[in-house]
């Protein structure tokens, strides 16, 4: 007990300093401000043209939007860890003053959906150390969107460790003043751009399907003196008449009617849409039915581990590469981390999928009763 009350408060941060707020550069280091000075200016922020075209992706859009739902609703916790005798044991702490909110000017559900947002496009995330505490350790943070950010020491796509050379908006920023997330996924931007490029492609062609004028069928003539292009068109005009209004069109045997053979399923590419959504889904590890992809029969018993999955094969992967991050020595002490408490969702998950069951039974009886 001494142990663990000694290290709780060790972790409790110390008042932040104004002396070792963050903006200036780690000792040896020299640079213009160029970079530091654009650091707020938000109307000059970007998100990248390749990012913004992949969200456009239905599919991609509802994926993001779902995983950064999950992520913004999980609170961040700090532990210590200590050998108990016969493993490493987890002791929670008492967090640092940024833990709840890293950015004072948002909230931390939008920082974190937007940390996700980049790690799911980019394969990076960057944050900018705003203010320190009297320790040296981070106080404060500000997100700076990746698509605005370029390094020179890596050209990418893959990248393979946190970089020394960053530039954004054009002015170069010292490293010592970042946070680099790393995701072990590559960006969908590098990973699948053909695959984007396929399902915009197929999106614009289902556009022009719907906004075009296909004729419902055709008149020929078989026969007979040819018709000028007025008597034609007073034919044709008097044929559609009588269709609208079920009455019977009468054509003589020099003249034929042909349906044309498009279907709403055909114009708008039904099948092809959703092979591609199907796609799209498989690439941002998100469940098939909660991007509303069907895959052939849908059982009620699946979907109870349909939020689960969305965790553990979505957001799983994204939420540890930022504990992670938040968890290196440019961070926190030695020996103290962070991780993403996500006990809450999926207890969440599990209650709602039993108010569900038992609805389900509910109605069953129901129905059994009503049939008596």
Do not use: C, H
């Amino acid at each position: 007990m001494a142990i663990f009350n000694k290290t709780k408060k060790a972790a409790i941060s110390p008042a932040p300093s104004k002396a070792a707020a963050a903006g200036g550069f780690a000792p040896g280091y020299s640079s213009s401000n160029v970079g530091v000075n654009m650091i707020g200016q938000y109307y000059t922020y970007r998100e990248g043209e390749a990012r913004n075209q992949a969200i456009s992706v239905p599919t991609i859009n509802r994926a993001r939007d779902l995983m950064a739902s999950v992520i913004g609703s999980m609170p961040l916790k700090m532990y210590n860890e200590m050998w108990n005798g016969d493993d490493m044991e987890k002791v929670y702490i008492a967090p640092r003053s940024w833990i709840r909110r890293p950015d004072p000017t948002v909230s931390f559900q939008f920082l974190m959906s937007w940390t996700l947002d980049d790690l799911m496009m980019f394969g990076r995330a960057f944050w900018y150390i705003t203010s320190r505490t009297a320790d040296g350790y981070p106080a404060s943070f500000t997100r700076l969107p990746a698509g605005s950010v370029t390094t020179t020491d890596m050209a990418g796509p893959v990248w393979f460790a946190p970089s020394s050379q960053v530039y954004f908006q054009g002015g170069e920023i010292d490293p010592y003043n970042l946070v680099q997330f790393l995701s072990p996924a590559q960006g969908l931007i590098y990973s699948a751009p053909n695959a984007i490029e396929t399902a915009l492609k197929l999106e614009a062609a289902r556009n022009r399907n719907a906004s075009s004028s296909i004729p419902a069928g055709v008149l020929k003539q078989t026969g007979g003196e040819p018709l000028s292009a007025q008597e034609l068109a007073d034919l044709a005009s008097a044929f559609n008449a009588a269709r609208a209004t079920n009455q019977t069109a009468a054509l003589n045997e020099y003249l034929s009617y042909t349906e044309t053979n498009s279907t709403p399923d055909k114009m708008l590419l039904i099948e092809a849409s959703q092979y591609q959504a199907l796609e799209m889904s498989r690439l941002a590890n998100v469940p098939p039915y909660l991007v509303g992809v069907a895959t052939g029969a849908y059982s009620y018993q699946s979907s109870q581990q349909a939020r689960a999955d969305l965790y553990l094969f979505g957001v799983k992967l994204y939420a540890d590469a930022i504990a992670g991050a938040l968890s290196m020595d440019n961070v926190l002490p030695r020996g103290t981390y962070v991780e993403f408490d996500a006990d809450e969702y999926l207890e969440e998950n599990f209650m709602a999928d039993r108010m569900d069951d038992e609805e389900v039974v509910v109605r069953e009886n129901t129905q059994e009763e009503l049939a008596r």
